[in-house]
Structures are given as structure tokens and as C-alpha cells.
């Protein structure tokens, strides 16, 4: 996914034989780079500056100086779901020594590997832990995570997402159960101006059409809710 600020700038370049054409300046990919990219009759072009005049290398090398360079983000994103623990509930119910009720305690462990061809920095990582609850419907956690140190290509990180915790029960006297489970995680990275540069989702098939806008709009409801009950 490619971000970029830079401003297009038109003019008449010369090349090192002294033909002369008329582009725009489009972006760059670091102030070491070789090549740029402009734009002539339409089309984008990747150009190397070596091909321009001594006077036209410099102009651009200053225009690079003074123009953000375009980063290409490319992540690949992993997720592995953890188990840290489990547990028996007790009960005071004169069943409980048949009935089973359980706590499982886990938490995501996502591994973010930079594939883009430059060292990255100052992102902000966000997940939404989608949970399929005891009456059936979904429930979700949210978390955020700053990557302020540089990441340098094919170098991987490792967070750990908030643990969550998974109740079970079933009863010996009746039909009824239910058991708490987590179906998958999205996660998005987003750069320090806090454009969208990587979007990623678990495989599970029930939750391919659950959005981040619905997820955001269930913490909205909840909040609501809160702040009407306080106020009663």
C-alpha cells in the first residue's frame, strides 16, 4: 500500500544530451535513491537520475531533500491464538458437583514481519478480537499497540494482544449449555499520520463480512449505554 505526501511539480527537463522534456516530478522513495518517478504525456514512469543534466540532478536532488518520499508499505501479519490457562468455576448450586463450568484464558499472539524495501517507523498497530458469546451472538475486544522503533526490512515484531478469558458450562440436569469461543482477530497498521497501510483478518469464515465498522459501532452502543445508566 503506498502512501504518499509529495507535491507533483511540473517543468522542462534537459538530459544529459541535451534534449529537452516537459514531466512532473511524482515521487521518490528515500533521499538515496537512484530513481524517481514522473509523469510525461499520462503515463507514470520510473526514471533514473543519472539520465538527466548535472543542473536538472541537482534540482531534483533538492526537490527529494524537500518532498516526503512515498513509502510502498508491505506487511505480512500473522496471528496465533495462546492459551495461558484454565480453570473450574465453583458453585454453590447443590448441582455443581456434576455440572461442569470452565474458564480458559488466552490471548493473540500477532508476529508483523516489514516486507517493504526500506526501513519503516512511528506506526500504530490496532486489533479487534471478534468472540462468539454464550448466547450466540458476537462480542469483541479491542487494543492498540505503538511500533515506535525503526523496522528494518524482513525484520519481525511480536505483540501480545490483551488476554481474554473463554467460559464454558454444561449441565448434568438439563439440555442446557453454552461455550464461549474465539473465532478470529483483524488487525490494522497505520503510518504516523495515521493513513491505513496494512489491513488483515483471520481466515474464519464467520467473521469474512463482519466490518470494523460494526465493530466500532458495538463499543459506541456500549459506551452509550454506560453513560446512561450513570446518569439514572
Known sequence: MSISQSKVLSRTF?????????????????ISSNEIKISKDGKHLNVKISLFSEKDQKFIRNWMKETPPT????????????????????????????SRSKTKTNAYEIKLTNLTRQTVKDLRLEYRVVKEGRSGRFEFQRGRKEISDPMRYNQDIVLTTTKSELDSYRSSYSSYSYKEVVLGILVRVFDKQGNLVADWRSSNTKIAKTSWEEVDHYFATRRTSSFRNRDR
Open 14 to 30: 534537459e538530459d544529459q544530451f541535451g534534449r529537452t522534456i516537459k514531466a512532473d516530478l511524482i515521487s521518490h522513495t528515500g
Open 71 to 98: 513509502i510502498d508499505y508491505v506487511f505480512r501479519i500473522e496471528a496465533t491464538l495462546k492459551q495461558l490457562g484454565s480453570f473450574k468455576n465453583k458453585s454453590s448450586s447443590i448441582y455443581s458437583s456434576t
